[in-house]
């Protein structure tokens, strides 16, 4: 029998208290490192040595593959990001950011994630555990990434 992987899209609205340039400066691999506690990065290719259209870059996996991350879109005047990330072997995920000004220091952050399994294991996960977990992880980076924007300190998690 032939795999077909199920695609599923998890969305989450963020409101980040810092004016909109400052948030979308720090949706980098390399300024993330700033204020995501556990963040850990490897830059394979970067013109400039920071996030850009065509930038590819790497983080650690549960797994024994890196992740792989390339930017598909990096467009600095409409603030809009887009990742795709492959975890080998599990899913891959088409991430949208788009941040919309709400007042001088206020930013909206539309995100979007576009899971697809990529075995019956991750279709399975994709079905049952990904809104949770999904959830989790962006109330998480919510929460830190205004605790950076109020303080200019990574808030570290529990261990």
Known sequence: MEFKG?????SYTQINNGNIEQVFSLLCPVREKDWQDGWNYKMIYSKSGLIEKGCVFSTPNNGVLDTIWQV???????YRIEFLRLNPEENVVKINIQLEKISEQLTKAVI????????EEQNKFIETGLKKAFTNSMKWLDKALNHYLETGKMLKKDK
């Open 112 to 119: 979007n994630y576009q899971y697809t399994g990529l075995n």
């Open 6 to 10: 199920i695609q599923r899209t998890q």
């Open 72 to 78: 598909t879109q990096y467009d600095n005047t409409n």
